[in-house]
Each structure stands twice: as structure tokens, then as C-alpha cells.
């Protein structure tokens, strides 16, 4: 049994979060050199045009960091499913430089504030925090723009998303968020972990036009492409 890595870090100096082999002192970033250059990075580009037509005209520019790939599937399921929030802290530059990037590619205006995708509060329960908000957070301190927290909710619990086909996560995710106060006239980046169909962020986007946003952004760790399966 592979001891966890908040231990690890405790005991051993630190470790890579990826091969766990201990880090030398010029390895800060939570990955050795070699796992760091190793990650599946994203061109800087929006991948918008590739939502289903259900995305309609909810949402302006979808960004992502990392293809689904066997190094980011570890690093999602040890944020997300074996209590190490404290990977958000390594999760975040990455995030934080392909959107950096991105805006300077598509000369497209900053948002104005940032929001996490929420979590339905019994899956806040069984989970203990929200790996969405705890990455959102992180990234705004990055990139410098405030963090509403609490601006979007979940109105009910649609199961585990990643259990569901295509279909059914948009059918579940159908007017599932709530905007709790006006955004008029305001650019909001929505950050979740993982963009799979978009039904998530999707919904989240129609929210927050719904109370007035002029463009909504979506910023993801992760992008899984349509046809990949073991979708967290």
C-alpha cells in the first residue's frame, strides 16, 4: 500500500505527487523535473467549438490545461476522491499560466471575477471540501482577480455525474445551478477540475447569464476528449 502524500511529505522531505520519488531542493513545484515536463499539456487554445449543440450560446471561451491522460486522471482522482486537498496549491499554477496564455492569444477581455463550480451539499458532506473552490481560490490569488465565493449553488444532487452517459448528465444538470445575486454586465470564469461533455459548466454559464452576465469563461484543469472513457 502506497502510504499517502501528506504523509510522505511529513516524513520524507516532500515527494512527487506523480512518481513519489523524494524531491531535491530545486524541485518546489510538487513535481520532480521529470514528471513536471512529462504532464499532458493543452495548446492555449479555446476549445469552445467543440460543446455539443446543447451548449448553445451559454458561454464564451472554454480553457483547459491538461488532456485527460494517465497523469492528470492520477492527479484528479487523489484531489478529488482521496482527501488531498492540498494538491490544489500544485494544480493551480498550471491553471493559473494556460489561462494567462490564452487571454494573451485571444486578445479576449479578462473576466472580472471568478467562480467555483459548486457541489450539491450532500456531496460537500460525504467529500468534506470542494475541490472546484479550493482550485478557483488558488488561482484567483494567481492571476489577481477577486473570488465570489458562494455565487453559484447547487439546487439538488444528480447523482455521480461520472456514472452517467452523455445524455443524462445534461438531462441531470438541466437548470441544476442557481446565480445568487446580479453579475449585470460582468465577465465571469467559471473553474471546475474536469470538462467532460459541458453540461456542468454549461449550466453554470446559463446561470450567470440568466442574472445578467455579459460573457462567461470556462477555466478547467482537465479536458477529456468526447470519446475517452473513465470520465471522473
Request: charged share 20%; glycine share 6%; with cysteine.
Amino acid at each position: 500500500m502506497v502510504p499517502p502524500q501528506s504523509f510522505l511529505a511529513k516524513f520524507a522531505g516532500g515527494c512527487c505527487w506523480l512518481c513519489l520519488l523524494p524531491l531535491t531542493a530545486t524541485e518546489q513545484q510538487g513535481f520532480c523535473h521529470a514528471c513536471y515536463a512529462d504532464l499532458p499539456r493543452l495548446p492555449p487554445n479555446s476549445l469552445r467549438w467543440r460543446g455539443p449543440e446543447q451548449a448553445g450560446n451559454f458561454g464564451r471561451n472554454w480553457f483547459a490545461a491538461l488532456a485527460w491522460q494517465a497523469e492528470s486522471q492520477q492527479l484528479i482522482k487523489r484531489f478529488k476522491f482521496q482527501r488531498c486537498p492540498e494538491l490544489a496549491q500544485f494544480l493551480a499554477p498550471l491553471l493559473a499560466a494556460q489561462v494567462c496564455t490564452c487571454y494573451r492569444q485571444q486578445a479576449d477581455a479578462w473576466p472580472d471575477l471568478i467562480v467555483a463550480m459548486p457541489m450539491s451539499r450532500k456531496r460537500w458532506r460525504q467529500r468534506g471540501y470542494n475541490q472546484a473552490a479550493l482550485l478557483a481560490r488558488e488561482v484567483a490569488e494567481l492571476v489577481q482577480l477577486p473570488f465570489a465565493a458562494g455565487l453559484l449553488r447547487r439546487l439538488h444532487d444528480e447523482g455521480k455525474q461520472h456514472e452517467l452517459s452523455r445524455q443524462q448528465r445534461w438531462q441531470a444538470m438541466a437548470r441544476a445551478v442557481h446565480c445568487t445575486r446580479s453579475v449585470q454586465g460582468l465577465t465571469v470564469a467559471v473553474v471546475d477540475d474536469v470538462l467532460t461533455t459541458g453540461a456542468s459548466v454549461t449550466a453554470a454559464a446559463a446561470a450567470l447569464q440568466r442574472r445578467g452576465a455579459k460573457a462567461v469563461d470556462v477555466w478547467t484543469l482537465c479536458y477529456t476528449e468526447p470519446h475517452r472513457a473513465g470520465v471522473l
